[in-house]
């Protein structure tokens, strides 16, 4: 499917479902909604995708689990290291977001050498 071609439905789910976003449906019940706060980051290449997912997948991904969960954040990140296998290892925002996910009460003074 071009990334083009799928699109959100007024309820949240994608038009075209893949196979496995019907499991993540199946199995929303067994989520742990009560502590789990989710962090979705999106890359965007110019093509509404990351090179492997498209955003409408990304986007789609709190309908899929109902809602369950303690918290929700969405950032949509473009520019250089936005593609798929280099969204984490590479993009000092999305490390950055992620830091500060992970760490909410601890100052980020960039990355450190470990010695």
Known sequence: M??????????????YQHPQYRDLVRLRATFPWHTTRVLSVMGNIGNGSDGVLTNVSSQSLAPALGRRFASFKQVVVTGRDVNHHWLIRRNPRVISLAMQFLWPHTRASGPRAIT
């Open 2 to 15: 071009i990334p083009s071609q799928n699109r959100l439905l007024a309820n949240g789910q994608p038009l």
